[in-house]
């Protein structure tokens, strides 16, 4: 009887990317499809069941870490890696609280991807020599540790703010009123000591889940 290849599940807005990353992995891998943003992510794996998840941070509706932490709660027995242009510690240490598996750079996607995938197969984590071999950097205001301030209905609302979304745009994707939203608009920016939109959109471009 012949073993199945594992089965892999992509999550990338960046459509040309995971199809380069079809064309690499296709051969030892079954690939399950691509989803452009957090939400269809969930969606699919709990239909799916992938044994391998690859991820970006920075997705649409909902980011890579939210969608993770999700897919984690509903015990899902994905391995998950991080692929992802950002290489900041504080991320790094942000998807292994998650339950990310491995971390590697988009930019060393290739025959090291491979190897993390079988690596987390085998229950071993994986993170890129390209993260580990950086220097430990001080951690800044906006550094993704202070993401623990924030409740899940909170970075919803952050993401969808930094996405360019009016705070009655927001409301109504998330079914909740208006007045809801800016509240938690008012309770991130005072908990994080920010004083304009301008700044709560710097700050989740620093987490990563939203793209400079």
């Known amino acids: 009887m012949t073993l199945r290849n594992p089965t892999i599940l992509l999550a990338d807005d960046h459509t040309m990317f995971a199809e380069g990353l079809k064309s690499l992995l296709q051969d030892e891998f079954e690939l399950l499809g ?3 943003d957090g939400q269809a992510l969930v969606e699919i794996a709990r239909t799916m069941s992938p044994d391998v ?10 980011n890579g870490f939210d969608a993770v932490r999700q897919l984690k709660k509903e015990g899902t027995n994905a391995k998950i890696i991080f692929l992802t242009m ?3 510690d504080g991320l790094v240490a942000e998807a292994f609280r998650c339950g990310a598996s491995g971390y590697v ?11 993390a995938i079988k690596e987390v ?5 994986y993170l890129s020599p390209l993260v580990a071999r950086k220097p430990e950097r001080k951690a800044k205001v906006e550094d993704v540790s202070h993401n623990v301030r924030l409740t899940r209905r909170q970075r919803e609302v952050l993401q969808l703010i930094a996405e360019g979304l009016t705070m009655k745009e927001t409301a109504a994707r ?3 009123s208006t007045r809801t939203a ?3 608009k008012y309770e991130m920016m005072q908990g994080l000591g920010l004083e304009s939109t301008a700044e709560l959109v710097r700050y989740a471009v620093a987490l990563g889940i939203v793209p400079e």
Do not use: C, F, R
Request: aromatic residues 2%.
């Open 34 to 36: 691509n989803v452009g």
């Open 53 to 62: 998840i690859l991820v970006d941070i920075s997705m649409p509706v909902l």
């Open 86 to 88: 950002h290489g900041d």
């Open 105 to 115: 750079l988009k930019q060393s996607a290739g025959e090291e991807l491979i190897w």
């Open 121 to 125: 197969l085998k229950g071993h984590d």
């Open 174 to 176: 998330l079914g909740i």
């Open 182 to 184: 800016e509240s938690h």
